[in-house]
Structure formats: structure tokens, C-alpha cells
């Protein structure tokens, strides 16, 4: 057996394929189709074993008449690049573990065995007493997550409602406007860690109680009963730089209480956060790493696996986060739960044998024993389906961990690793023929821009501008949005006064952009209530009260006779498109997130300063003649605003390029600062796709300045 480690990267996902030469092509081919969707039939290869012999990159392209073919994308000694249309190419890089590789790291996980085997058979017996010490008391402490007492505590503290609309908003910007159940409930769970990543204080020295001065470390002191009675064992001793009182931080062990005190460093995090998991149904793991860190890990019925979540960083599905990114020197990673206890390091390195020369408490046997033992005894009473549900469970699992899928997905985008726009770079480079924005779709995905919505607000400003006295109605309708905002997403509903304000009719694109309608009762009183999609109006209305704050700002700095009326009036924003970037920084600074509305999400390309780019797709079908935009400066940081830039655009999705603008020296004076520019009539033509292309950004002398911006709107005559 000849065992190959492929990478395919397909739609901006990575995907492992192990391609055994035992099996052979055919095997090969259901591989690649069950992640490229290429049917095997139309999968064409000659001199397979040639190929993916000792070559690191190989591409899966289209000939022709959409028959696919296995080749070598250059590097190796391989088959030169073919000239190929580059709108069929399928890429597989990264590792290709060569077969001496693989001898190389059996090897040394041999070695590292062996070498557990020569410790003195005292420090075994002892190495297991303590080892399995720590582990029981650890399976005492999740066993408090399933007292209703204390999830029910959790639940109180916290909105879920809250939490579902914004996972809802979270998927519609996405563009899924419909998702399974599994979908919405892990989606839930990614904001219950926002959110509690916001509400959970971290604690290096606690301030003092009596004057609020920082207090310097003195030592550990003894617990007092109340201390005790919430499981702090340790206390920590502090004292006071100010009146020099001693300040106690007492390391609570009881989740309850720390859903009072929502301090702590690391261990109260992940304690606390767990039992927030657990308290709302998921299944719930602690992750204890011995190197002294602590997380949870949650099954996601939606990946059908389990799932990283870090509380401290916010940071989810990221399990190489450690290794790779902060460079942990990893050992044993213990995750333990109701149904038992779990050896799951293997997920959080791709440095294995390495790993293992680090584990020296105790012998891998005696890491397993415990691991069973501590497992065997939390289902003792568990129901026979239940145990053949863990039964498949731990073998899927199992399987994972020894094949080490879990760390494609969260390759890119961790601190201190290659941004995707270095990646693309090298791609390009790699790939020569292939067009940049192409190229760049492997790395960068594109992204879906719900903005419907957008266009609808601001033609309905456009309307409100209209009326008598727009500086006191804008003011009052964003009164009016914050109040219908402040409710529960799913009811939005509320009785206003008689004002004739409200019945005017130039606030009604306004509620309609927004989802919303107006009944104007007997009584003369103005009920404004959803009028469709609940979801559609969370998404839509801070948009509309951003704008609607922006504009009324506006107008009492310039007053209405200066408003900038073509983007309101004289233009229609386009809509409805898709978005790809040389760069950005998942999860919130994505390409899409310069086309929602919202001054307060942006885009940014950490690599942007003198090319970055950033396009903006119309669908299939459909084109514009564009005759102006408007560029939004991000919230923070000015050098990173663009400043000399071009706007292109393509009749042919991306093949061709012609000018339709350049600007230099531009200069955003304020932070969120709109500036629109109009485009000469005469290069403009009929586009599918438009191009941001920065060239540079203020800080011009320093080309490792991100670029970044929060919004570009992109407009064509009304009539269009
Ligand atoms: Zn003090």
C-alpha cells in the first residue's frame, strides 16, 4: 500500500482525500467527486501512478466538453501547466505526504513509545494515581452542569430569543434565508459564545473592592467556608497599591457562582461557558489541556462531529489555534463529559509524534485504561440505545482523530499564520495563466451580499427627504425604528401617539424597506407592527437607523439645501450581488461586509495596501451602466483608509478589465465618513462584475498597512 495525503480545495472549502495506489483510479475518482461534485465519469486519467507520485500540487481541470483530468501543476519535475480556460480549475494542494515522510513519522511514534516504556515502574504506578486523581475530579465538576438548579440559573441569565435572532440575521447575510434546524441551532450556539465572551470578565490582579486601585500579587491564602461552600479551594491573595487592603480572589470552582461573579481567567471561562451549553441542550465536553488551558468542546449535529470553542477568544472550530497559532507545546488533551472522558489531543495537533515524546506523566496504555475506566463507570445506568448511539459516536470519532480531518477547515485564518491574501499571492504566482480573481476564489470564498434591503432604505430616504421638515422627521423615525428594535424579533409591535408625522406619506418606503406597516386606528393612534419576515426586519432595521442617523446628522451640519441628493434620489443603488476579495479576516471582516449598509461592520485586507482589491458581482444575467459611488471610511485606524484607487469594470465576468474611474490622493476626514464620486458617462459602460482596486492606502511609506473600509455602494441611473 502506497498511502497518499491529498488536500482538495473545492468552493473555498478543504477537503482530505488519503488516495491508497492499491485501490486504484476508480476509488480515486468517487473521492474526488464526493468533494468536487465531478462525476467520475467525466474524470479522465492517464498515467495516474506518474503523476501523483512525489508531486505536491495537483490540479483536477477541465479539457473540454467538461471531461476533467488529473494533472501536475508544475514544481517536481511534473508534466508541464496545460493552457486552460481558468474558469474549470480545481485545485489540490498542500500536503502530499510523501511515503518517506510517513515512514519518517511512524518512526519516531514508535521511538516515543518505547521510550514510555523505559520509565521506572514506580513513577508508572505513581504517574497513574495522580493522573487519574485529576481526571475524576474533573468528571465531578461536569457532572454540576446537569443539575437543573444550576441551568436553570443559566437560562434566567440570558436571552435566548436574543441569541436566535441573531443567528438568524448572522445566516440571511449569509444568504441563507432558509436553514435546517441543525444549521439554525449551531448558528445559536456560535452567538451564546459572543455573547458570553462579552459578558464574562478576565482577571490577571482584581481590583480592590474598597477603592478600586490595582492590587499587586502577595501569595495564596485559605479558603473560608463560604469560599468553600462554592468550591474555591484556592484563593489567591492581593494587595491593594492604594489603601493597601488585602483583596481576595477566590477561584470558584461552582459554576452557579460564577454566573454571579462572571470573572476569572481561563478555567472559570470554559467552567462557566459549558454549563451554558449544557444548560440549553447541547452536548457539552470540558477540554482540559495540561498544559494549562481549558475549553469546550460541543457536538454539532450540522458537521456531525465535535467542535472547538474556545470562550476566552471567542474563537470556535479553530482546534490548531494552540499549536499552531499561539505555538503550544501540546501533551495531553482530556475532554470530559457526563458519559464519560475522552483522549481527543490528536485533534488539537498535526505534530503527533512530537506530542508524544511530551507525554511522560503516564504510558499511552495507561492513558487509555483510565480514559475506559472513567468512561465505563459515567454510563453504568444509561438505557442499551444510548450506549449503541455513544457506541457509533466514539468510533466516528475515533476514525477522526486518527485520520486528523479536523484541522483542514480552520488552516487559514489563525493568528500568525499566512493571510489569505499572501496565499493568493503565491498562488498567482504558482498558477501564472490563471486570472487573479480566480485564483483568489480558492482561498477567498464568494460571498453572498444580501443588501435588497439596502437599495429599498436608501430610495426610501430619498422619499423622506421630501417631506416638510426632514431634520425633525428623520430624527423621529429613528426614534421610532429604536423603539420597534428594542423588542423581541419574532412580536416587533407598538402603539404610537395621533402625530400627523406618523401618517405621513413619505414614511412609507421607509416601513416597507423595513418589513414593517402602519394601521392608523379609530382612535387616530398609529400601530406599526411586522408586516412580513421577522427575520428580514432584524436584518433591515439597523440599517435603516444608521442611515436614518447618518442623514439627519447630515442635514443639521449642512443643512437640507446641500444634501448629497443623487445617492438618494437621482441614483439606485445596485443589489442583489456576490462579493470577492483579495483578502479579508473571517469571521466578521469578510468581503461582504462591505456591501451591507452597516457603517459598523467593514472589510479588511490585512495584505490590501497597494492592491487590493475587493469586486462586487452582479447575477448572472444581469448588467449596469454604473454612474457613481460611494466609499464609507471604517470606524478606526485612518491609515488604513484607501486613498488612490481604481474602479473597473468587466463584461465578462472577470476576464477583462476596462477603467471606469481613478482617484488620488483622496482623503476621508472622519471616521464613518461617506464620500460619493461620479463616474464619466463616457467610459461607462453596461458591467457584470465592478472592481475596487486600492493602490494605496493613507499610510502610503508603509505598505504592511491594512486596507479596510466599512461600506462601497455602487449606483446606476434611476431608470435602470
Ligand atoms: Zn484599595
Redesign the pocket.
Known sequence: MVLHKLSVIHDGQSHAVDYDSDEGEEVLKVQLFSVTNVLPEYQNFSDLTEIVNGLHSLTLIEVQDGMYTLKALGGNGGPPVPAVEPSSVVTIPLSVQSDEELARALQAEEDALSAQQQWPLQSHQHGRAAFQAKLESYMLQVMLYEDMTRQNAARASVSLEEMEEKALVALARQGKATVSDSEKSFAVLVQLLLWFKKSFRWVNEPD??????K?ARIGMGTATSEELRHGANRVELFR?T????E?RFPRYNDPMKLLETRAGRCGEWANCFTLYCRAFGYEARLALDFTDHVWTECFSPFHNRWVHFDPCEAAYDKPLLYESGWKKRLSYVIALANDGAYDVTRRYTRKWSEVLTRRTEVTEAVVQEVVFALTARARLSRPAHELEVLRIRDNQEREELLAGLAEEESASALPGRQSGSQQWRMLRGEVGSMSPSLAAEMINPVRACVDEHVKEIMLALGELLKSSEPIRVTNLWVKVLQKLQSQPYKVRRELFGTKDWLKEECSSPLLQAVGLQRDVQESGRVLIQLAGSPVKTALALPVAIEQLVDLHQQLERIGESNIDQRVFSNWTRLAGGTSCASGELPPFEIASAAFDGLNSTKWLDENGATSGWIEYRLPDGKSATLVGYQITSANDAPERDPQTWLVEGSETAGQTWRTLDSRQGEHFEARLMKKCYEIDVQKSFPCRWFRFLCLSVRDAANSRTPLQIANIDYFSQKSE
Open positions: 480592590c473592592d474598597s477603592c478600586g486601585s492590587s491593594c492604594g489603601c493597601r487592603k483583596v
